[in-house]
Structures are given as C-alpha cells and as structure tokens.
C-alpha cells in the first residue's frame, strides 16, 4: 500500500515537496516513481529511482523535479521547484514492488493534487 501526500496550491515559480509512503507486506521494492494525470490528458511519467540510484525525468520536469528514495526503500519524494501552470495535476507514486508471496506487482497511491496557478 502506498499514501501520498503533500499536494496543495502553489503560484508560479513556487516550490512543493511530495511524500510517499510504503506499508503491508512488502519484501522489496525495487523502482519508486512518481506519474501524474492532468485533465483530460494520459497518465504521465515524472520520475523514478531505481536500485541502480540512476534517477530518471520527463524532459518536461528535468532541471527542476528531484526524486528522492529512503527509509530502506520504504519512502520517496518529489521535491518540485520553479512550479509552472503546466505541472497542474494529480501526481501518484508508484513501486515496482515484490510482496512477501514473492509476487511483483505495480503498487500506485491514492493521488495528490497539485495546482499551480499563474
């Protein structure tokens, strides 16, 4: 199970941190990531982090989003700066997670609102 938080409104040029956090019975995780939807548009790729610890960006996003993994891979966050009207979305983490069946599966949080206004 993966909760997200920190989502809120912004102005233009602002900062927002996004937090994300892993429970249940995980036995590793191996990729965190953070996607986002804005209205009437695909589910998107912002960020993810890999054990490789080689973090990878949406061009749209590079420059100013950091991905950040700790806790054992149990928490990320998305630290976004220079915010932009365009980066107005619902923001979701994501875990390429292996349960404690050994199972992998794609674990997604509830979703958190960004909105930046201009």
């Known amino acids: 199970q993966l909760q997200a938080s920190g989502g809120g409104l912004v102005e233009a040029g602002g900062s927002l941190s996004l937090s994300c956090a892993a429970s249940g019975s995980i036995y590793s995780i191996d990729v965190m990531g953070w996607y986002r939807q804005a209205p009437g548009k695909q589910r998107e790729l912002v960020a993810t982090?890999?054990?490789?610890?080689?973090?990878t960006y949406a061009d749209s996003v590079r420059g100013r989003f950091t991905i950040s993994v700790y806790n054992n891979w149990r928490r990320s966050y998305l630290q976004m700066n220079s915010l932009k009207p365009e980066d107005t979305a619902v923001y979701y983490c994501?875990?390429?997670?292996?349960?404690?069946?050994?199972?992998?599966?794609?674990?997604w949080g509830q979703g958190t609102l960004v909105t930046v206004s201009s």
């Open positions: 982090f890999g054990r490789d610890r080689n973090p």
């Open positions: 994501y875990a390429d997670t292996v349960l404690m069946s050994f199972t992998r599966v794609d674990s």
